[in-house]
């Protein structure tokens, strides 16, 4: 096909100054609303719209989401007129947009936040392309993005990292910076994208953050406003740029350690579910998403399959829109008779039997459960060991026990848990009955560390550098390090590098390989590499 290039594209210079100018620098906005209906020809940026980058995610054999939102003036509400507008869109065969397969028009909606959020199909299985909006004649950055294999392929082979926790005051991307030059098929996000804490004195970044930005977020402009400041970020999205992202969340994304309807502050359910529709909206305008996923006001389905062939299948689940309320608060305590109430959920039941028959009809060779919290059974020392964190899922041991029930009976084809949310690197066996010596392990789990929050410094050392001794079912731990896990799996092995940022306060920090385990296909626990 022949090239179709922007014609009236003004090149590069708009979308490289906006990639530059960071945070603080708010630009001007005179946009050509002023003329009416601003038409694809009429809408004039005297500032780069693209400034929030572009995305990719939820790759199919045939297809793929790509994203991006017009925000020419970020910090400032977005700087765009209150009508929709026209956003052109082009897929190459090539990273110079030379062999274009496929082109089209999108509408970025004011209702919206003016995201724009185009499932291309029609692509060839297991391959790399590239991306490019286009709007009011400036270009944006082009993007990457990856097809899966083929339903039916049986790959050699599969890469790709798992993140976590990105706390934007406390530290840089230096992980992003490094997880965007590996040779990768994908990224998967499983929470804590933004937190919603009010952002104070202590920025461990450089630059100002005006006020308006920095107030807790409860209104869908304040979520906004708080995804504009992280998705700011060079390194955020260079990676974003550069992979495709499949991506669940955690509570930050509205409030800590929320359960469905229910706020840490005991606020009305009603009052919390306008702040939850608001969350979820933002969430769902500044990621690349399907239209399935699209929220109904307060609700929104994100529990997704996706396939790579007969190699993996990757169950992203949401363990926090329909779970029970934290049982006997939400910190550390002692078992109390409320989290053996059978009747509480984490995933939900609808959620529960989707799981399950999902991993009873698979095919896959690794099945994983791409989800937010901790699933072994797990205490930082010896001397907690009587009591249970209530926000992950020993704080849901019935449930929790129905599933590792059903890996033990049914045995599906090597199970894999992932999770974020600790700040902490964690892998384990997991067992039916982790008090059981001699209880049969059932799966694997790896929890990667966090991005950025936690920081360079956690509050108490000791309380991060566990004695796991008494616990034998855990592996590995780290509470320190910062940064993220690549995963390479084949036919017969899958392995785990944990990559640790050497220094979180600086964005050009080495990034390094502290620790390397597999899972050999058909025995369930974690080995060192
Ligand atoms: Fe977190
Ligand atoms: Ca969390």
């Not at 970025?108 to 724009?116: E, I, R």
Request: proline share 6%; hydrophobic share 40%; net charge positive.
């Amino acid at each position: 096909m022949k090239n179709f290039d922007f014609e009236h594209a003004m090149h590069a210079q708009m979308s490289r100054r906006g990639f530059l100018s960071g945070v603080g620098a708010v630009a001007g906005l005179a946009l050509a609303a002023r003329y009416g209906c601003p038409s694809l020809a009429q809408l004039k940026y005297d500032a780069n719209p693209f400034r929030l980058g572009v995305a990719s995610g939820d790759p199919l054999p045939d297809g793929v989401v790509l994203w991006t939102r017009l925000t020419p003036d970020p910090l400032n509400g977005g700087g765009m007129p209150a009508q929709d507008v026209a956003v052109r869109w082009q897929i190459a065969a090539d990273a110079n947009m030379r062999t274009i397969v496929q082109k089209g028009t999108a509408t970025a909606s004011a209702a919206l936040g003016h995201s724009v959020h185009v499932e291309v199909n029609g692509l060839q299985p297991a391959r790399f392309y590239w991306y490019q909006f286009e709007s009011g004649g400036v270009v944006s950055p082009i993007g990457r993005t990856r097809t899966t294999p083929a339903f039916t392929a049986r790959p050699e082979r599969l890469r790709f990292a798992f993140v976590s926790c990105q706390s934007w005051q406390n530290g840089y991307y230096a992980a992003y910076r490094h997880l965007a030059g590996q040779d990768l098929d994908f990224v998967v996000h499983l929470g804590d994208y933004i937190y919603e804490s009010r952002i104070g004195d202590n920025i461990k970044r450089s630059g100002t953050v005006p006020e308006h930005v920095r107030v807790e977020p409860k209104t869908l402009e304040q979520y906004r406003l708080r995804y504009s400041l992280y998705k700011l970020d060079p390194h955020l999205q260079a990676a974003h740029a550069v992979l495709p992202f499949i991506v669940t969340w955690d509570d930050h994304e509205v409030e800590n350690n929320y359960a469905a309807s229910r706020d840490q502050n005991g606020s009305p359910a009603a009052e919390f579910l306008q702040r939850r529709a608001a969350a979820y909206q933002a969430y769902y305008e500044h990621m690349p998403l399907r239209r399935a996923n699209m929220p109904k006001g307060p609700d929104m389905m994100l529990y997704r399959r996706l396939s790579f062939g007969d190699l993996a299948q990757f169950n992203v689940l949401d363990t926090r829109q329909y779970r029970s309320d934290q049982a006997c608060g939400d910190k550390r305590g002692p078992r109390c008779p409320e989290n053996l109430d059978p009747s509480r959920v984490l995933m939900g039941s609808a959620q529960e039997k989707w799981l399950l028959q999902g991993l009873d009809r698979s095919a896959a060779r690794w099945n994983v459960l791409a989800q937010q919290i901790i699933m072994a059974q797990f205490a930082r020392k010896a001397s907690l060991r009587d009591t249970f964190g209530m926000d992950s899922w020993d704080g849901y041991p019935i449930e929790r026990a129905r599933l590792l029930n059903f890996l033990a009976q049914r045995k599906p084809s090597n199970p894999i848990v992932l999770a974020g949310d600790s700040h902490t690197n964690l892998v384990s066996d997991l067992k039916a009955d982790f008090d059981k010596v001699d209880s049969p392990i059932v799966a694997s789990e790896f929890a990667g560390t966090a991005i950025t929050s936690g920081g360079v410094n956690p509050k108490s050392a000791e309380a991060y550098t566990s004695d796991i001794a008494g616990q034998p079912h855990l592996k590995y731990f780290d509470g320190i390090k910062r940064g993220y896990v690549s995963c390479t799996l084949d036919r017969k092995t899958w392995h785990s590098d944990i990559h640790g940022v050497e220094n979180v306060l600086d964005a050009g920090s080495p990034v390094r390989i502290s620790s390397s385990w597999v899972v050999e296909n058909g025995k369930p626990g974690v080995q060192r590499a």
